[in-house]
C-alpha cells in the first residue's frame, strides 16, 4: 500500500530516481529521508543502516548510466 505519507526505500518506489540523479550535475549534495514503519522490529540504527545503503545504492555513479 502506498499513498501520501507513506515513503519506501530508494529505488523501492515508482520516482524515477537514478534517471533524476542522472541529470544532476556531479557533485551535489544528497540526502535521504524515511520514516520507520511503527512495525519495524528491529532498532533505530538498523534502519538507518539500510536507508543509507539503499541511497549510496541508487547514488553510485555507475547506477545512474
Do not use: C, Q
Request: no cysteine.
Amino acid at each position: 500500500r502506498t499513498g501520501h505519507g507513506i515513503r519506501r526505500m530508494p529505488s523501492e518506489g515508482t520516482l524515477p530516481l537514478r534517471g533524476l540523479l542522472a541529470a544532476l550535475p556531479a557533485g551535489v549534495p544528497l540526502s535521504v529521508e524515511v520514516l520507520m514503519p511503527e512495525d519495524w522490529s528491529g532498532t533505530p540504527a538498523a534502519w538507518a543502516r539500510r536507508a543509507l545503503e539503499a541511497a549510496r545504492a541508487v547514488a553510485a555513479p555507475e547506477s545512474r548510466a
